[in-house]
């Protein structure tokens, strides 16, 4: 009874640790399938945009008509994408000027002003809140005004780093977004949405999860407002050491941004943090694949210099698991050559005692459905193992090609040592060893790895020789796609910076290779310092 009641007792305990990971996951799949349809959330905008701006086009007359059309278009491209939001910023400013409004021409000033922020562009952002005159703004319109003059301030502390000039940063965020309150209803989603921002600020923490539940209670919220608010709950939670329930609101938060077709966002980038924290590489990688397209496509410029660091650290983890992998089938291989020699063996002394157990009959019938189970078994072990290791990327599918060749050719080689062996023709086995060319099978491993990175950086050649003088420049013989330096250099853009790694999958001693290092470096038109940085910025296709 007392085992029975302990049982449950861990059982209850264990219930919550279940839950969560039930939402996380649901969450996720939810998410995954989400992106999947990706494309028909953005033709969803696409659509709105083309009805907007045909019939901005058709409005001749109307100035004022014509304001509020381009007014519509700029709120469907500012989170959409960078330029042609800021394209139509600037038609609604020539048109407020032309209809003489100031009101209007403050308006499309602080339209401009958001965009560029959003774009990094922290200089231009300054200048043009400061040329905004709010006397002339509605409540709203100041509104949004001191909360992005909050939002410039503390993006710029963030961006800064600097101890000495950040705190000041934070304390004129904070002094605007008390301005910005002034102008909001109590209980709104404008007036939680900015306490949450100073809970922040401030510390209050707990504060600011208290907030976010009060969001999430108001009737109305649209799916943008719960991006937003999610997005900021979540670092507070991380802030809080509580790293399943950030998971859980960035799933939330990142969900919401495709619905809604949002490119200006950090969720789905902080989430692929989050999945490569955890080990879970391949969501890791779909997602920073995601962000970066993302950032590219907004033209985000100081997101995309964040999301490069990460993408270098999951693809160089990538490479680390394929090399992995290749050592364990190498070892699988090996392990299941010794189990085939035991069961040779163990057949060999069935037989033997066969030989002398004539009468013995059921007894053989015994052992040879064992051994049919036995490799049976084995059959199914090895599809098994195939079929593990089975990873949908150009690399991991290379690695696979390669070493289901190698464990060919081991086959075979050890079926005809078998056979040459237990005919005694001890002369054909030195000559089939002599045979094997070491060298040939390692320029076939560097001929498939050339091609392989290759198709994923066909401008690699190019923009490598850019770092020289013509006269220094390396190109490949004819026979060869790429040269040792070149391979060297492939390796250290892929993540791979540890020379001792490199000499080990190139086959050269280490000193060889901090000798080719150090001769390209010396070589090139950059400081030694420099060169490796430049090579890890070249781009794939």
Not at 81 to 99: C, G, N, T
Not at 395 to 403: A, K, L, R
Not at 467 to 472: A, G, I, N, Q, R
């Amino acid at each position: 009874m007392k085992r029975v009641l302990l049982f449950c007792g861990l059982l209850v305990c264990l219930l919550p640790c279940f839950a969560k990971a039930d939402a996380a996951s649901g969450l996720l799949a939810e998410l995954n399938g989400t992106l999947a349809r990706k494309q028909e959330y953005d033709a969803q905008r696409w659509h709105r945009i083309a009805i907007l701006t045909a019939a901005f086009a058709s409005n001749k007359r109307n100035d004022d008509a014509k304001f509020d059309l381009g007014l519509r278009i700029y709120e469907e491209y500012k989170a959409f994408k960078y330029d042609s939001a800021f394209v139509y910023s600037q038609k609604i400013i020539r048109i407020a000027e032309q209809l003489n409004s100031p009101q209007k021409t403050e308006v499309a000033k602080l339209k401009l002003a958001f965009i560029l922020l959003s774009s990094g562009m922290f200089k231009e952002t300054f200048e043009t809140l400061d040329s905004v005159r709010p006397d002339l703004l509605t409540e709203t319109d100041k509104l949004d005004f001191y909360f992005l003059k909050a939002r410039a301030y503390n993006d710029l502390g963030d961006y800064n780093q600097d101890q000495v000039y950040r705190p000041a940063y934070y304390a004129k965020a904070l002094a605007y977004a008390d301005t910005a309150l002034r102008f909001t209803r109590p209980g709104s989603y404008d007036y939680l949405s900015i306490q949450e921002f100073r809970a922040i600020k401030t510390g209050n923490l707990r504060g600011g999860v208290a907030i976010y539940n009060q969001i999430r209670r108001l009737p109305h919220i649209t799916l943008h407002q719960l991006a937003v608010s999610a997005s900021a709950t979540a670092y507070i939670y991380g802030l809080l050491g509580q790293e399943d329930k950030a998971f859980e609101l960035l799933l939330v938060s990142a969900t919401a941004d495709v619905k809604t077709a949002t490119k200006e966002t950090v969720a789905i980038f902080r989430l692929s943090d989050y999945c490569y924290r955890r080990g879970d590489l391949e969501n890791a990688y779909t997602f920073i694949k995601e962000a970066r397209e993302e950032a590219a496509f907004y033209k985000a410029r100081q997101r995309q210099i964040e999301i490069s660091h990460v993408f270098s650290l999951i693809e160089g983890q990538k490479i680390n698991i394929i090399e992995s992998q290749r050592k364990s089938l190498k070892t699988y291989s090996i392990i299941i050559t010794l189990l085939a020699l035991f069961v040779a063996g163990f057949v060999f002394i069935i037989l033997k005692q066969l030989r002398k157990l004539q009468k013995a009959g059921k007894l053989i019938d015994v052992t040879n459905r064992e051994l049919r189970e036995r490799n049976r078994d084995l059959r199914q072990l090895n599809v098994g193992l195939n079929e593990a290791n089975k990873i949908k990327e150009e690399y991991i599918g290379y690695y696979f090609h390669n070493n289901s060749q190698y464990i060919d050719k081991i086959e075979a080689l050890k079926k005809s040592l078998d056979t040459l062996l237990g005919n005694k023709q001890y002369a054909t086995v030195q000559k089939l060893a002599d045979g094997i060319n070491i060298k040939k099978e390692r320029n076939e491993l560097f001929k498939g790895f050339d091609t392989v990175f290759l198709r994923l950086f066909p401008h690699f050649i190019d923009q490598f020789n850019a770092l020289f003088k013509e006269e220094d420049q390396i190109h490949p013989p004819e026979d060869q796609l790429m040269t040792t330096e070149l391979r060297i250099f492939a390796l250290i853009r892929l993540g791979i910076a540890d020379s001792e790694q490199i000499s080990r999958m190139l086959g050269y001693s280490i000193n060889t290779i901090y000798t080719y290092k150090t001769r390209v470096k010396n070589r090139s038109i950059l400081p030694n310092e420099e060169f490796e940085a430049r090579i890890q910025a070249i781009e794939a296709v």
